[in-house]
């Protein structure tokens, strides 16, 4: 979060609009509910809220992060590899390329630590201060950031609007349209009708 407000400032980025997905979703919440610095709108797809997820917590759960970490730097190369590929496809319909792209850049640790920094982020009791118009969208079939994380978020932002795809974890590649459209019409509508 911290980051992300150190580098609007250096390029004198001033109310910003902010979208986050997933984890990036919880940084956008987090300007919005925990930095002084004005934002514009703000759009968290698929986020994480309270930390609280069971892949996070399993993650830093002893031993199962480092039996995770251990076998992960042994078995990150065939992950990442494309194999599994065709059979993920045919079996869950996952978007599996954009996975795979986006796994070969990190590493196992980077994993575990990035999930030890979400769990313990909690933005449940912060999220009713939240003063700028939130769009927040959901994937209905998204397996790894749980739907109740963000239904949470637009129920406690005040005058959140909350909308639900038929779409995974990556709705911006399995609905592309869709979620421009949503997002477009959201930052450059004039009137406010999340208000009541």
């Given at each position: 979060i911290e980051l992300?407000?150190?580098?609007?400032?250096?390029?004198?980025?001033?109310?910003?609009h902010v979208i986050g997905h997933s984890m990036g979703g919880m940084?956008?919440?987090?300007?919005?509910?925990?930095?002084?610095?004005?934002?514009?709108?703000?759009?968290?797809?698929?986020?994480l809220v309270s930390g609280r997820?069971?892949?996070?917590?399993?993650?830093?759960?002893?031993?199962?992060?480092?039996?995770?970490?251990?076998?992960?730097?042994?078995?990150?190369?065939?992950?990442?590899?494309?194999?599994l590929t065709p059979w993920l496809i045919r079996q869950h319909g996952v978007p599996m390329r954009r996975i795979r792209e986006d796994w070969a850049k990190t590493s196992p640790h980077a994993a575990v630590t990035s999930a030890g920094a979400i769990n313990r982020h909690d933005l449940t009791e912060k999220l009713p201060g939240v003063t700028v118009p939130t769009l927040i969208v959901i994937g209905s079939r998204d397996l790894t950031a749980p739907n109740a994380e963000g239904r949470l978020a637009g129920r406690l932002i005040p005058g959140a609007r909350l909308e639900v795809l038929p779409s995974g974890h990556l709705p911006t590649d399995d609905l592309p349209d869709e979620i421009f459209r949503l997002t477009h019409d959201f930052l450059t509508e004039e009137r406010q009708p999340w208000t009541t």
């Amino acid at each position: 979060i911290e980051l992300v407000a150190a580098f609007c400032e250096a390029m004198n980025i001033t109310q910003p609009h902010v979208i986050g997905h997933s984890m990036g979703g919880m940084i956008a919440l987090g300007l919005a509910a925990e930095h002084p610095m004005p934002l514009g709108r703000v759009v968290a797809i698929n986020p994480l809220v309270s930390g609280r997820t069971y892949i996070v917590q399993l993650l830093n759960k002893r031993p199962f992060g480092s039996v995770f970490l251990t076998l992960g730097r042994w078995a990150w190369p065939l992950t990442t590899s494309g194999w599994l590929t065709p059979w993920l496809i045919r079996q869950h319909g996952v978007p599996m390329r954009r996975i795979r792209e986006d796994w070969a850049k990190t590493s196992p640790h980077a994993a575990v630590t990035s999930a030890g920094a979400i769990n313990r982020h909690d933005l449940t009791e912060k999220l009713p201060g939240v003063t700028v118009p939130t769009l927040i969208v959901i994937g209905s079939r998204d397996l790894t950031a749980p739907n109740a994380e963000g239904r949470l978020a637009g129920r406690l932002i005040p005058g959140a609007r909350l909308e639900v795809l038929p779409s995974g974890h990556l709705p911006t590649d399995d609905l592309p349209d869709e979620i421009f459209r949503l997002t477009h019409d959201f930052l450059t509508e004039e009137r406010q009708p999340w208000t009541t």
